[in-house]
């Protein structure tokens, strides 16, 4: 065996920054691990530091076998976006087996057994580089099943994938588990965690953080207790720092656009205090309000957010900005919408072409316009959606870049598409229509009815957001000199 996998005071720095901070670790036989954190946690630094991809800068990586040669045969990696070679799939396969030195009376055999395991016995002819995202990640389960390994490093197999197509990774997870192979996955996913982990490890920020401040060492954690955990070890501080700071819910295109990364630094040398941001669509972002889990929401979905100040939940609503929606399209236009500005007349053409359509299905503010726009529309896509239409599931970021994958349209935020680089053939194809506006809101969640809520501090934050001061910050982000938001508190 080549378990237990240590990690001795390993660490990761490029261009000057530290991504992963020195750690000790054993990954040992048995249970899976999931390494779950939000994005840009450290994640797939930390799988490939494992996997022997990425040299640690400190500290050291070790295996219990000694044979480097034997080491990297028994253990495999998935990425979250898999290399398809040019040839069919049972052809990918043979490749990798031919490159693994498996005999060659062996290797069709094995590919084909390896393809039926995955459910893709019907497609072993078909040009891997034409199968679908989810067809694609099963193709590259099954070129690891093929090797047998005793390690499956697994880098969000499916972040890029719709919930069907991820149930179906998830089956096959399952079945590698069940026939021993150690898997060890990241994920920033808590139901995946949920659903998948036996033993979960905590990243933020580069650092593993463990319930009570206890050693690391193959923690177990409760899988009922994943999301209150998350949320209190993603945005606690070490022991020894003490630091002050309050917990804003908000979306991803917030975050995803560079707007906080812009204006914190600039609030929180003012203020004395930090800001943790949790990032998630904006029905999650008001749900870990209603639980007092976060100080303050900043989210765009009006109707929501008065919803949640009539339960109580919340203390006072103050418009802070606005940017609008814009549909984003392929340069090939199959609907023929590039160059409009109605969007209702937009999506209809997009039905009436069955042409691929992009959806977060994430409960966010996004996802609220997008589903009130399909209505106004005369269009009920829970009904009338077939193949064309792709529900994932996904913040922004990854859903454009499942749009991009496939040539599809979306509606995107404004913000977060002038930020967003792997846009591929994509362009605007819809933009002006008025109905396309979109207002962002704060709030203060309600200390009286949630006993915890920082009250002080997170209204210091929602007043320095609508305050003169906080609205020029605002105004003053650009990309290429773009401006991305809008503010208008004093409206």
Not at 132 to 137: A, H
Not at 144 to 169: G, K, M, Q, Y
Not at 290 to 313: Q, S, T
Not at 387 to 415: C, K, V
Request: glycine share 10%; aromatic share 8%.
């Amino acid at each position: 065996m080549i378990l237990p996998l240590r990690l001795e005071q390993a660490a990761f720095s490029a261009g000057g920054r530290e991504i992963i901070a020195p750690l000790t670790l054993e990954i040992g036989a048995g249970a899976s691990t999931v390494i779950l954190g939000a994005n840009g946690a450290g994640k797939s630094v930390l799988m490939r530091l494992m996997h022997g991809l990425l040299a640690p800068t400190l500290g050291r990586v070790a295996w219990s076998e000694s044979d480097a040669r034997r080491v990297r045969r028994q253990q495999a990696m998935v990425f979250q976006r898999p290399v398809m070679l040019r040839r069919s799939a049972l052809a990918n396969i043979v490749y990798a087996l031919e490159v693994a030195g498996i005999a060659v009376s062996e290797r069709r055999e094995r590919a084909l057994a390896a393809l039926e395991e995955v459910g893709l016995q019907g497609l072993a002819s078909r040009p891997a580089r034409v199968l679908s995202g989810g067809e694609q990640q099963r193709l590259a389960l099954a070129r690891a099943w093929a090797l047998h390994p005793e390690v499956l490093f697994l880098d969000e197999p499916t972040a890029s994938l719709d919930p069907s197509a991820t149930r179906e990774i998830e089956a096959v997870i399952r079945a590698f588990d069940a026939s021993g192979t150690k898997i060890v996955m990241a994920t920033h996913n808590l139901g995946q965690a949920r659903r998948l982990g036996d033993e979960v490890l905590f990243l933020h920020q580069g650092r593993l953080v463990v319930p009570g401040g206890v050693g690391i060492h193959q923690r177990r954690v409760a899988m009922g207790l994943i999301c209150r955990v998350l949320l209190v070890l993603l945005f606690a501080v070490p022991a020894f720092a003490q630091e002050k700071f309050i917990t804003v819910s908000s979306t991803t295109s917030t975050e995803e656009s560079g707007l906080f990364k812009y204006m914190l630094p600039i609030f929180q040398k003012k203020a004395g205090f930090q800001v943790r941001v949790v990032a998630v669509g904006t029905g999650q972002a008001l749900d870990i309000g209603r639980r007092g889990d976060a100080d303050v929401v900043f989210v765009h979905a009006k109707p929501l957010e008065e919803k949640f100040l009539a339960e109580g939940h919340g203390v006072k609503r103050f418009d802070v900005m606005y940017n609008d929606f814009v549909l984003i399209g392929p340069k090939a236009d199959p609907a023929k919408v590039a160059g409009t500005k109605d969007i209702v007349a937009a999506l209809q053409k997009i039905k009436s072409a069955q042409a691929p359509f992009v959806s977060r299905g994430d409960r966010s503010g996004t996802h609220f316009a997008e589903l009130s726009l399909w209505k106004l529309a005369g269009i009920d896509i829970a009904k009338d959606k077939g193949s064309w239409y792709r529900d994932t599931g996904q913040g922004m970021g990854p859903a454009l870049n499942s749009a991009s994958g496939m040539n599809a349209y979306i509606l995107s935020d404004r913000g977060t598409w002038l930020s967003f680089k792997n846009r591929g053939e994509l362009g605007i194809a819809v933009e002006g229509d008025k109905r396309l506006f979109n207002q962002y809101g704060v709030m203060l969640v309600n200390p009286a009815r949630h006993p915890d809520v920082k009250k002080e501090m997170g209204q210091a934050f929602v007043d320095w957001v609508i305050s003169p001061e906080g609205q020029k910050v605002i105004a003053g982000y650009k990309i290429n000199g773009e401006q991305l938001f809008f503010p208008n508190a004093a409206k």
